[in-house]
Nanobody, 113 residues
């Protein structure tokens, strides 16, 4: 059974940086692509980054400059680094295995002075 647990959210001032983590249980880490999404109140979930089993990464255009996804195959943890945080980055951030439609509970990021 695959389980995902995000961590690393919190209150961050504008312009700051944050690294979120997604710990994965189950033997899927090297096989399936994984992704980061976020959702703010009243909005749909928004794709931020994907990372394939071989480490290839993809980003939507708006996320290319400030978001970086990486993973540690030994620890079975995926990361999302976010730089130059803006108030509009405030959201609940999720990791997921899209092909299995498995999601973590999310970690809240709030950007405010």
């Amino acid at each position: 059974q695959v389980r995902l647990v995000e961590a690393g959210g919190g209150l961050v001032p504008p312009g700051g940086s944050l690294t979120l983590s997604c710990e994965v249980s189950g033997s899927i880490f090297h096989i399936y692509s994984m992704a980061w999404y976020r959702q703010s109140p009243g909005n749909q979930r928004e794709l931020l980054a994907t990372i394939a089993g071989n480490g290839t990464t993809k980003y939507p255009d708006f996320a290319k400059d400030r978001f970086t996804v990486t993973k540690d195959n030994t620890k079975k943890v995926m990361y999302l680094q976010i730089n130059s945080l803006k108030p509009e980055d405030t959201a609940l951030y999720f990791c997921t295995v899209p092909l299995l439609d498995v999601w973590g509970p999310g970690t809240q990021v709030t950007v405010s002075s």
